[in-house]
């Protein structure tokens, strides 16, 4: 709401203006630095030198134009501080717009912003025959989160899982099933026992460098369509995938395709030919490379044996997505680490001639540390993603144990909390940073934390679940106290940090913005008593709470977490 008014002061007032003076003039309204300077602001420095006429004069122009537009109704009082026009807003109306808004909205901070256009988010992307790792645990939980942001603005989202399912990676595993796998073990416990396999393969390698030219040709012929290892490349998909899906379920996470690297093994030939037509394709060494300039290396395409690559598959996977979907941005939900890879991809199509080049975004991010190191071994073993999110369940219960004993499905509730504990800490960290993974920190109730959220929620819930409402009328004039305002205007800023956490890929920036909700709510609570006995005073209380109880809950589930009723 408060962002429409910016849009609107600014269009009324340049309109404005532009007839005054006969004259192209555009102006920025803003929030002043501090919030005790007013609600809006307007600076005028870039008027006074487009018209060229003393700044105390330009302020007492704005200031007079400010009076005739649309929302002056809604202007309390206009002042200016050195250049500054700010403008603080009649808190009764204001209110009153802001809560009629919220009650005549199914889904508040729903907006249009990509209305009729589809993107692609290409996220969680595991390698088969490989456990979870917490790499990917980040990129699952981002990416399914920018996922629901960019479907609260109207995108037609497109999620898809490019799972790593080919390779020579995959071919070793299969050389060491072969020749040494034991098909009862490993059916018991396929990915642990295809894990193992695949370490005593590098293990061996080490000291027999002919076993890598051996997988090689396995990579080969499964790429040819050898049936045998076709058979085994398909068991050992499936079998992934029944893990990664318990993953999925506890995150609640979900896609619309699962086409990895393999379902494009038919589609790169097309790509080759392309590269070669437009004259792109250079041998070099027997391999086929396109150049790239000189401030990054070559990409290949093939190798000498005619293998194709990583970037050839997402070459294939691109246009694939381009002429199924008709995307109008894709999105690389992957860790900083492959930085290069997507500026090579992107390079490539721009080389290509393709002007869409530019609507290819790596949404990159930084590492999990634990103390300061990569979090991926523990004690010399590969950290199980369905064991950290078990642990920090395990730990929620022991709250509730504590607590609350009593309560009914705790188990339930307690896996909700502990899940989305981990999926906050994540979230509210931008992403391009690395930071410490400290399951103790993220499942406390006290902290910056997703417990923290669903505890305010919880805690509104209940409040408004014993409260005796009488009426519906409203007292907005209570809006005029500090601690009541601030609420509301946090409310009415919730569709204005949607579209910022879009425009940035950047679900911290709702992330931040519940906490302070969060912490705001608290603070009104500590200071008022919500269920007093005079009817319209407690009615607009109750109303205020559940506003922010729905804002609360609808940010949490744009985030990926689980909203609770009662713990
Ligand atoms: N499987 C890759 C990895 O684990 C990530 C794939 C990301 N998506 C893509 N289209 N390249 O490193």
């Known amino acids: 709401m408060l962002n429409h008014f910016k849009i609107s002061i600014k269009k009324d007032l340049e309109q404005q203006l532009n007839t005054r003076f006969n004259q192209e003039i555009s102006i920025i309204v803003e929030e002043p630095k501090k919030a005790e300077l007013g609600d809006l602001s307007v600076p005028v420095f870039s008027i006074v030198k487009t018209l060229r006429k003393p700044l105390p004069q330009i302020v007492d122009i704005v200031k007079e134009e400010l009076t005739k537009v649309g929302d002056a109704a809604y202007f309390n009082k206009i002042d200016s501080v050195s250049g500054f026009i700010n403008i603080t807003l009649n808190r009764t109306k204001f209110s009153e717009l802001v809560i009629n808004d919220f009650d005549n909205t199914d889904s508040y901070g729903q907006n249009e912003f990509g209305q009729g256009k589809t993107i692609c988010i290409d996220y969680s992307s595991p390698n088969i025959a490989k456990p979870f790792s917490i790499g990917h645990l980040r990129s699952t939980i981002i990416g399914h989160s920018l996922g629901n942001i960019l479907e609260k603005c109207g995108y037609n989202v497109v999620r898809i899982n490019h799972l790593g399912d080919f390779g020579t990676p995959f071919a070793k595993t299969i050389y060491a099933y072969l020749n040494w796998g034991n098909q009862e073990i490993v059916e018991q ?74 379902f494009y093994n038919d589609k790169m030939q097309a790509i080759v ?18 150049d790239l300039g000189d401030d990054i290396p070559p990409a290949l395409i093939q190798k000498t044996d005619g293998a194709t690559l990583y970037i050839t598959r997402d070459l294939a996977a691109l246009f694939y997505r381009k002429n199924t979907y008709h995307f109008d941005e894709v999105l690389y939900v992957v860790g900083n680490e492959q930085k290069l890879h997507f500026t090579q991809l992107k390079r490539v199509v721009d080389k290509m001639g393709y002007d869409f080049a530019e609507n290819i975004h790596h949404i990159n991010f930084g590492l999990v540390l634990q103390d300061g190191k990569k979090m991926s071994t523990r004690k010399g073993k590969i950290v199980k993603l369905e064991d950290v999110l078990n642990e920090a369940s395990t730990m929620s219960l022991d709250y509730i144990n504590e607590k609350n004993p009593g309560l009914e499905n705790k188990e339930e509730i307690a896996t909700h909390i502990g899940v989305s504990a981990v999926v906050f800490n994540d979230l509210k960290n931008y992403r391009t940073n690395d930071f410490e993974f400290n399951l103790e920190e993220m499942v406390n109730f006290a902290g910056q934390t997703g417990p923290y959220l ?38 009415s800023l919730y569709e204005d940090i949607i579209i910022k956490a879009r425009l940035e890929y950047a679900p911290s920036i709702l992330a931040k913005y519940l906490l302070n909700l969060a912490s705001l709510f608290n603070s009104f609570y500590a200071k008022e008593r919500v269920l007093v006995d005079d009817e319209v005073e407690r009615n607009t209380k109750l109303h205020l709470l559940k506003m922010t109880k729905d804002i609360l809950n609808d940010g949490m589930r744009l985030l990926g977490m689980q909203v609770i009723l009662k713990m």
Do not use: C
């Open 273 to 290: 030919d392309e590269l070669k037509e437009k004259k792109l394709l250079i041998k070099d060494q027997g391999a086929m490379i396109v």
């Open 454 to 491: 669903q505890y305010t929620s919880v805690r509104i819930q209940s409040i408004l679940d014993s409260a005796l409402n009488t009426t519906n009328k409203m007292n907005y004039d209570l809006f005029e106290g500090e601690h009541y305002f601030d609420i509301l205007k946090n409310i």
């Open 189 to 262: 416990d396929p990915v642990n026992e295809l894990v193992k396999l695949y370490v005593e393969f590098n293990e061996k390698a080490k000291l027999d460098p002919n076993l890598d030219e051996e997988a090689r040709k396995i990579f080969n012929e499964l790429e040819q369509g050898n049936e045998t290892y076709v058979k085994l490349w398909e068991y050992i998909r499936e079998e992934s995938l029944k893990d990664y899906m318990k993953v999925y379920d506890l995150l609640g996470v979900r896609f619309d395709s699962y086409n990895g690297e393999a």
